[in-house]
T-cell receptor, first 113, second 111 residues
Framework: DTAVSQTPKYLVTQMGNDKSIKCEQN?????MYWYKQDSKKFLKIMFS???????INETVPNRFSPKSPDKAHLNLHINSLELGDSAVYFC????????????FGSGTQLSVL | SQQGEEDPQALSIQEGENATMNCSYKTSINNLQWYRQNSGRGLVHLIL?????REKHSGRLRVTLDTSKKSSSLLITASRAADTASYFCATDSTGGFKTIFGAGTRLFVKA
């Protein structure tokens, strides 16, 4: 009965590869997010989708492409991985687009070698 | 750029003591939230305080907000070893479409 689940938990890959991280929420929320947490623990928003529509796209390289097949899913595909992409990626959701609290997944630790 | 900054970056206390951490932010907000992150886990929401509120309590947590100083504090009373975690403040952006975090305060409670 996990609220926000993301897979895989760990991802180790070589530079130049393409990889995807999947996220699903069973809370019935309308809005989903991807956050990136770097080694210094800074947490930065990358994307936000509301009812499958992109509403936030921070300054993220276009190698990162989010896809939302339905409002319960928000996947993140990364092309041509670089060393600097190594981080922990968190999926999150909120009920709407207001000031509701965020529900986070447990994170995907991506290591690019 | 980060909207919020927590202070101190790290805090080590004995079980039973109180822990206070602070957050400063840069622009006007509608609300401020505090989250906890245990090692290797996602963030968990603790408490939300709105811009028209000055203080809020939840169990052993007390949050204050001073919008004139653009700052907030989180007080954890009678700390326990299980409170060991990183604590983040988060503020909403204009329009409330996203929540922006600082780098967190790492709290270590020694048993």
């Amino acid at each position: 009965d996990t609220a926000v689940s993301q897979t895989p938990k760990y991802l180790v890959t070589q530079m130049g590869n393409d990889k995807s991280i999947k996220c699903e929420q069973n809370l019935g929320h309308d809005t989903m997010y991807w956050y990136k947490q770097d080694s210094k623990k800074f947490l930065k928003i990358m994307f936000s989708y509301n009812n499958k529509e992109l509403i936030i796209n921070e300054t993220v390289p276009n190698r990162f492409s989010p896809k939302s097949p339905d409002k319960a899913h928000l996947n993140l595909h990364i092309n041509s991985l670089e060393l600097g992409d190594s981080a922990v990626y968190f999926c999150a959701s909120t009920e709407g687009t207001g000031d509701e609290k965020l529900f986070f997944g447990s994170g995907t630790q991506l290591s690019v070698l | 750029s980060q909207q919020g900054e927590e202070d101190p970056q790290a805090l080590s206390i004995q079980e039973g003591e109180n822990a206070t951490m602070n957050c400063s932010y840069k622009t006007s907000i509608n609300n401020l939230q505090w989250y906890r992150q245990n090692s290797g886990r996602g963030l968990v929401h603790l408490i939300l305080i709105r811009s028209n509120e000055r203080e809020k309590h939840s169990g052993r947590l007390r949050v204050t907000l001073d919008t004139s100083k653009k700052s907030s504090s989180l007080l954890i009373t009678a700390s326990r070893a299980a409170d060991t975690a990183s604590y983040f403040c988060a503020t909403d952006s204009t329009g409330g479409f996203k929540t922006i975090f600082g780098a967190g305060t790492r709290l270590f409670v020694k048993a």
